[in-house]
């Protein structure tokens, strides 16, 4: 069974970090690409960032660039998500995707920022 199970949201202050991980079983992690996508509350998904099947290539939304860190351990099956100085307007629940056709899908993981 495949499956992309992501950990590591809660509720933080602004200003603070996270650190949200992913980890995928049931398919050949390694091959794939992985990206994360977030949904703020009553809003559309949004692509904030992606890492090829090998780590050393990736990519951010402006909106992200500069506060979040993508990263990949294969030996791990997981892809990890750093974010720094967290903004309310980053609340929203955060998932992984992956495979082929990027049919692969975690839960989610919630994510408030808050005071």
């Known amino acids: 069974e495949v499956q992309l199970v992501e950990s590591g949201g809660g509720l933080v202050q602004p200003g603070g970090s996270l650190r949200l991980s992913c980890v995928a079983s049931g398919f050949t992690f390694s091959k794939y690409a992985v990206s994360w996508v977030r949904q703020a509350p009553g809003e559309g998904l949004e692509w904030i960032s992606y890492v090829n099947s090998a780590g050393g290539e990736t990519y951010y939304a402006d909106s992200v660039k500069g506060r979040f860190t993508i990263s990949r351990d294969n030996a791990k099956a997981t892809v990890y998500l750093q974010i720094y100085r967290l903004k309310p307007d980053d609340t929203a629940v955060y998932y992984c995707?992956?495979?082929?056709?990027?049919?692969?899908w975690g839960q989610g993981t919630q994510v408030i920022v808050s005071s």
């Open positions: 995707m992956s495979g082929a056709t990027w049919h692969y």
